[in-house]
């Protein structure tokens, strides 16, 4: 496939960034990459799109310079606190961004999935989320495990008070509203995520697990090259597969 579309690949000494590099010129994708100690800002100028997997405390000034030169923005980073999310959104105002916790296609498929069944199943269920990651992984729960959270809640309609993150000690029985949220780390598993519906007499599974990043990387180059030309504002993979 041709080169058609260069991206400025912020973490790219990473292993999503390495594993981006990897798939892009299958994908006609030319990759510019900058690590740490880089500076970013000369090539900005150069590219199509700016692409961040570095790391969360970095996202916002990334994003402030892909803003300044009115370049999109996918955002892959995770485990951002709440006054860098403030930063990022006020940062990405003038440009369109994509910002998901997972790019794999399977996953943004799970969440739809999570969500009409959820809508479906109703309050007479309870709900359990359970993800795996390799013992390198920094924040718990995962960026998609996040994702998968905030969707139960808005069909729940519960507030973050109902997340239950693990369990010990005498903690009382089940609540009806609570979500529980369990974070495994170990060996090098990619990732694993199932959302686990129970009820009286029967239950419900809906899983995804990776078995390579490559997936992940697939889906972010799609969401480069859809990002170009779309409306300011933050869209999610949801919009770059056509799953809204």
Known sequence: MSTSLRILLHGAKGRMGQAISAAAPAAGVAVVGVDQGDDPAPLVPQVDVVVDFSFHAATA????????????????????TEPEKVAIRKAVAPIPVVWAGNYSIGVNLLNALVRRATRVLGEGWD??????????????????????????????????????????????????????????????????????????????????????????????????????????????????LGLE
Do not use: Y
């Open 61 to 80: 000034g990334i994003a402030a310079l892909a803003a300044r030169h009115g370049k999109p923005l996918v955002i892959g980073t995770t485990g951002h």
């Open 127 to 240: 709900i359990e989320l359970v993800e795996m990651h390799h013992r390198l992984k920094k924040d718990a729960p995962s960026g998609t495990a996040e994702k998968l959270l905030q969707i139960l809640r808005e069909e729940r309609r519960v507030g973050a008070d109902q997340l239950r993150h693990g369990r010990s000690g005498l903690v009382g029985e089940r609540t009806p509203s609570e979500i529980g949220v369990h974070a495994l780390r170990g060996g090098d598993v990619i990732g694993d995520h199932t959302v686990l519906f129970a009820s009286d007499g029967e239950r419900l599974e809906l899983t995804h697990k990776a078995s390579s990043r490559t997936i992940f990387a697939q889906g972010a180059l799609r969401a480069a090259r859809w990002a170009i030309g779309k409306p300011a504002g933050i869209h999610g993979m949801e919009a770059v």
